[in-house]
């Protein structure tokens, strides 16, 4: 159970971090829309909020994958 928790989760985190990359080199988070929202929080907490949403979104999205995978033993014929 660990291994399958770890193969869903850290596969996640790198893509979230590449996609998180991806997005706030586009977006600036002190010129968004977030800022009317949530005055208070600085940059880096968006920066950390927008990681943490994708983290959570393609873990997610793994998982459904990971349940949907069909596991076949060696005795089926082939």
Partial sequence: MR???L????P????AGVLDGIVF????PADSQLVRFAPDVSPQGIY???FLVFWSVISCASGMTA???V?????VAH
């Fill in 12 to 15: 996640s985190f790198l893509m």
């Fill in 67 to 69: 349940l949907l995978v």
């Fill in 25 to 28: 080199s586009l977006v600036d």
């Fill in 7 to 10: 193969t869903i989760l850290w």
């Fill in 48 to 50: 950390t909020i927008g």
């Fill in 3 to 5: 291994f399958r928790t």
């Fill in 71 to 75: 596991e076949q033993d060696d005795d």
